[in-house]
């Protein structure tokens, strides 16, 4: 199969029941084969930071032991390195890996929203804000499809929730659904162009994803013009031959003999066109054709892939706390190091569920601190806490025996974490917290060793308040994939300068977060009633301080800002700022560029992020970092008008190190042309002044209506202040009985609104919609 054409020749010379069966998969990995046709089986397999490849296609393998792959960051680790690159490097070691193992496509990657911090896979995605994931989202795909590996982006859309999300409807309103939810898939479609995407288990607005028309075929295939492969998640199908007529390709797993079946007596019996069904085959036949044509790739070690792990993870964690510049350790200085925690050497690498790989090696946190140490200082070891389950009991004996050895020793590192059962799909989390026995012995280390250093293990934020002010330094090491030992050992010996900054708010407590009144679904309904406010966002309009903002981490050198630059040229918005490394030692700054609407009449975040860059210097260097935003990024999305909108008017640039360190502001007027405005019978005085040719029409019908009228109307600030918010009917109404006669207000009306759409501007009446 080598040219679109032939795929259409082959789509020819298919029965019937062949066309059918390609629509549902062979096993629980594959898909269906023709052999007479010599159309081939694709194997996929779960992949959002590794391949998880079952030792048979019949077994689904959660719980089993699987084919031994590279297990690289989770993608909230990930998502924390900010680094556009590495993620699409990370895609091109999976997609040559996949090609090892006879992996056509891989399932991942996971770019699910974080709407609250309890959501159980929220360990395999990337970010709370739709821009950093999409950037970091459509990077990877073009690695992975790269080495012709078809990517399967998921969940679409709104699986926000693992409690009974198989029945559960997320209801969330148009607006905050495209500029919250769908906008990074959306970015994903039109930049990398992904060869497949997976829809998700629950329904959305009262319809199973899986077959829902507004979501595949409105959104996804027609005004995304996406022509790829949607499939379902394993089970996602209830309504088959509704499925197909939304754009739903591929059922997932096989065989499914019922729907097959059903397919092809609804066919012969007009219920379903032929051509609906001939649309999806054709796509699936595209999508054997994008796999099979592509050459064989380079082979790589599994030394390069480790390497890559290794570093993958140390761009991912992030330096939170760093008090009197405690870290990196300088083992010249030091006589002995306390090591405390099972984590140290029971390291916790990974979540569960349907993304968990059985890692090729794992690097031991405390045989690597060992590696680098060399003897040159003494390393000592405690347990800590005896297992690590949230509903332990407290050991006062092992926290007794940590004190003590922290007390003797010059400084004490504590691996702590949320506990391996406590983050997997199919279970939301129960608690944000650290369990209380490592809560504790945080506490008793801290108050007997002040040079205390915390390591966190967890795949979403986590709150530390009852100690996070007696520790000095705090090190969020995510689930950082099977390099992670290596790399936080560097870290904590400078060997590394941390560069990862925050995806996702750490709040103080969870009654902070945006969707804490309502974070799960009930009686079959999950209401998104924070609307555009999550993450970053609530916590800026809710003026809330969070632990550590979204965009925070810190680094062992320091970098300063300059020189902000921002210029319109047409549609786009040239913006540049001078970073300088003013420390002592090489480092990478995140730049982040957010967008604040200055002047909407529609409700905005305060600012969003539209844009960031991932820069490296040297001591003293300075580089200018280039950006370019598009008149996308200053819109909102217009209900009212079904359409993307940006208003001419004041936008404010703001350059910053975090969402809450802004470090530059420029202010700049942005023209975008004039939008037409939609008048109606109802339309609010101030909708009639927005416009020159409106608010000419209005004056022209005021000055005749003032001469019949005891009390003249004068649009003067006074009059305006009050009666903006009316419209201008009840104004007419008030004012304009004698002038009206028998006239009816709503004929006045008409007359105006005919009067206006006559002598529109044609600029105006050509805006972009």
């Given amino acids: 199969m080598k040219t679109a054409t032939e795929t259409n020749m082959l789509l020819t010379q298919l029965t019937l029941e062949e066309k059918a069966s390609l629509c549902a998969g062979l096993n629980m990995w594959m898909t269906k084969s023709v052999d007479r046709l010599n159309i081939p089986s694709l194997a996929m397999y779960d992949g959002t930071n590794g391949i998880r490849k079952t030792a048979s296609t019949e077994e689904l393998g959660i719980f089993g032991h699987n084919v031994p792959a590279t297990c690289y960051p989770t993608g909230s680790a990930i998502g924390s390195s900010w680094n556009v690159e590495l993620l699409r490097e990370l895609g091109i070691a999976l997609g040559k890996e996949s090609r090892e193992l006879d992996v056509d496509i891989l399932l991942g990657p996971?770019?699910?929203?974080?709407?609250?911090?309890?959501?159980?896979?929220?360990?395999?995605?990337?970010?709370?804000?739709?821009?950093?994931?999409?950037?970091?989202?459509?990077?990877f795909v073009e690695g992975l499809q790269s080495q012709g590996v078809a990517a399967s982006v998921k969940h679409f859309a709104c699986n926000n929730q693992e409690y009974e999300k198989m029945i559960t409807s997320s209801e969330v309103d148009e607006r905050t659904l495209r500029e919250i939810y769908l906008s990074a898939f959306e970015r994903i479609v039109k930049k990398a162009d992904?060869?497949?995407?997976?829809c998700s288990y629950n329904l959305l607005n009262g319809e199973y994803t899986s077959e829902n028309e507004f979501l595949l075929k409105r959104i996804l295939r027609e005004e995304w013009g996406y022509d790829g492969v949607v499939l379902s998640?394993?089970?996602?199908?209830?309504?088959?031959?509704?499925?197909?007529?939304?754009?739903?390709?591929?059922?997932?797993?096989?065989?499914?003999?019922?729907?097959?079946?059903?397919?092809?007596?609804?066919?012969?019996?007009?219920?379903?066109?032929?051509?609906?069904?001939?649309?999806?085959?054709?796509?699936?036949?595209?999508?054997?054709?994008r796999t099979r044509e592509h050459q064989a790739v380079a082979i790589q070690s599994a030394e390069e892939r480790h390497e890559l792990a290794r570093r993958a993870a140390a761009e991912s964690m992030v330096l939170l706390k760093n008090d009197n510049g405690l870290l990196p350790l300088q083992p010249e200085r030091l006589s002995s190091v306390a090591v405390i925690g099972r984590f140290a050497k029971q390291p916790r690498i990974q979540g569960a569920g349907s993304a968990k790989v059985t890692p090729a090696r794992v690097d031991i946190p405390w045989d690597e601190l060992q590696d680098i140490a060399g003897g040159r200082l003494e390393l000592r070891y405690a347990e800590g806490y005896a297992q690590a389950s949230p509903t332990d009991q407290i050991d006062e004996g092992l926290i007794e025996e940590s004190v003590a050895l922290a007390a003797r020793s010059n400084v004490a590192v504590i691996f702590a974490g949320q506990p391996e059962s406590s983050e997997s799909e199919g279970i939301d989390i129960a608690s944000i917290n650290l369990p209380p026995h490592q809560s504790k012995l945080i506490q008793a280390v801290a108050e007997a060793q002040p040079n205390c250093i915390v390591v966190l293990s967890s795949g979403t934020s986590l709150v530390m308040r009852p100690w996070v002010d007696q520790v000095p330094c705090v090190i969020q090491g995510w689930l950082s994939g099977q390099g992670a030992g290596r790399a936080i050992a560097e870290m904590l010996f400078g060997l590394v300068n941390p560069s990862g900054k925050l995806s996702e708010t750490f709040p103080v407590k969870l009654s902070d977060t945006p969707a804490t009144l309502y974070p799960r679904g009930e009686d079959?309904?999950?209401y998104y009633r924070e609307g555009?406010?999550?993450?970053?966002?609530?916590?800026?309009?809710k003026q809330l301080e969070p632990q550590f903002p979204f965009g925070h981490g810190l680094s062992y050198t320091t970098f300063e800002y300059d020189s902000l630059e921002a210029v319109q040229t047409g549609d786009e918005v040239h913006?540049?700022?001078v970073i300088r490394n003013t420390g002592t030692r090489s480092g990478k700054e995140i730049i982040q560029l957010y967008v604040n609407d200055?002047?909407?009449k529609w409700v905005r975040p305060d600012k969003e992020l539209k844009a960031f860059a991932k820069v490296e210097l040297e001591p003293g260097e300075t580089k200018k970092v280039h950006f370019t935003l598009e008149r996308r990024d200053?819109?909102?999305?217009?209900?009212?008008?079904?359409?993307?909108?940006?208003d001419t008017g004041f936008y404010n640039i703001l350059a910053g190190s975090s969402s809450r360190d802004i470090r530059l502001r420029s202010r700049l007027h942005c023209d975008f042309g004039t939008q037409t405005v939609a008048l109606h019978t109802f339309s609010l005085l101030s909708d009639w002044l927005r416009y020159s040719h409106s608010q000419a029409v209005l004056e022209e019908y005021l000055e005749d209506m003032n001469r019949h009228s005891e009390e003249a109307i004068v649009l003067n600030e006074e009059f305006i202040g009050f009666w903006n918010d009316f419209p201008l009917i009840k104004i007419i109404q008030m004012f304009g009985q004698q002038w009206l006669q028998n006239k009816s207000p709503r004929l006045v009306i008409q007359e105006m609104l005919d009067r206006v759409a006559r002598c529109q501007p044609a600029d105006e009446a050509t805006a972009e919609r």
């Fill in 598 to 600: 200055e002047e909407c």
């Fill in 110 to 139: 996971g770019i699910n929203m974080k709407r609250t911090p309890l959501g159980g896979r929220n360990f395999e995605y990337y970010s709370e804000d739709p821009c950093l994931t999409g950037e970091l989202g459509a990077a």
């Fill in 233 to 289: 998640d394993w089970t996602a199908v209830d309504n088959r031959i509704k499925g197909i007529k939304a754009g739903l390709d591929l059922e997932m797993p096989g065989p499914a003999h019922y729907h097959t079946q059903a397919i092809v007596q609804a066919v012969q019996a007009g219920e379903l066109e032929e051509q609906e069904l001939d649309a999806c085959v054709r796509r699936i036949l595209e999508l054997v054709r």
């Fill in 575 to 577: 913006v540049a700022c």
């Fill in 634 to 646: 200053f819109s909102y999305y217009n209900t009212k008008e079904q359409r993307w909108v940006a």
């Fill in 194 to 198: 992904p060869w497949t995407i997976m």
């Fill in 532 to 541: 555009l406010f999550t993450g970053y966002r609530y916590y800026d309009r």
């Fill in 524 to 526: 079959g309904k999950l």
